[in-house]
């Protein structure tokens, strides 16, 4: 039967696209919806081309229970942070255990938690100069950046790498894994029934 995704994205997209252009062709999986916090949001425009309409909603939706809803009867077999910057509540962890997963640009549990995204990741990571960082593609629990993870994929960096650099060599790691790991859960849950 056929998997159904929703994917949640509050900028770029990028790692959206990609995962978009990865199950373009595969039957087992669609796209159910895309939603975004910023109407302003990069990955509207990107999804142009698929044809898909960002559906963006507020802090009040996302608090009160109106988009919890709205996802329910959606019917997903995995919810997809990419880039999704605001804390997942605790309804929606009960309402999808072990169905949650998000996208981190390191190597968890370094540089996790409260205000650790994007680039304030890589120039945390450059300013303790570390030899190596890399991407962690994980479950969602009720704390930042804790939930189990799935997977992990390190790059070695150069002492003279630019946190722009830095965060280039990530975004290529992501774009490489994280839509196989996607379908390979994907494929792992079809197989359980
Ligand atoms: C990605 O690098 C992702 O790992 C990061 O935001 C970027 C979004 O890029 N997520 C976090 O920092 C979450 N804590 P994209 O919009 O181009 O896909």
């Given amino acids: 039967m056929t998997k159904r ?14 995962i978009c252009h990865f199950f373009e062709q595969d039957k087992l999986v669609s796209i159910a919806a895309v939603y975004s916090n910023n109407p302003k949001a990069g990955v509207i425009q990107r999804m142009e081309p698929f044809g898909i309409n960002v559906k963006v909603f507020d802090k009040k939706s996302f608090i009160d229970g109106t988009l919890l809803g709205e996802i329910i ?12 910057l605001w804390k997942i509540g605790s ?24 205000g650790m995204y994007g680039m304030n990741v890589h120039k945390a990571v450059k300013e303790n100069k570390e030899s190596k960082t890399g991407i962690t593609i994980h479950y969602v629990n009720n704390e930042y950046d804790q939930g189990g993870i799935i997977f992990q994929e390190e790059v070695s960096l150069d002492q003279e790498d630019s946190p722009e ?20 859960l994907l494929r792992k849950s079809e197989n359980e029934g």
């Fill in 165 to 184: 650099e830095i965060a280039g060599k990530v975004h290529k790691l992501e774009h490489l894994y994280f839509a196989p790991v996607i379908s390979k």
């Fill in 91 to 114: 309804e929606w962890t009960a309402s999808f255990p072990q169905k949650i997963i998000n996208i981190h640009p390191a190597l968890l549990p370094s540089y996790g938690g409260k």
């Fill in 73 to 84: 009867s959606l019917n997903p077999d995995l919810i997809i942070l990419a880039g999704f």
């Fill in 5 to 18: 995704i929703i994917l949640f994205a509050s900028g770029n997209g990028s790692n959206v696209e990609q």
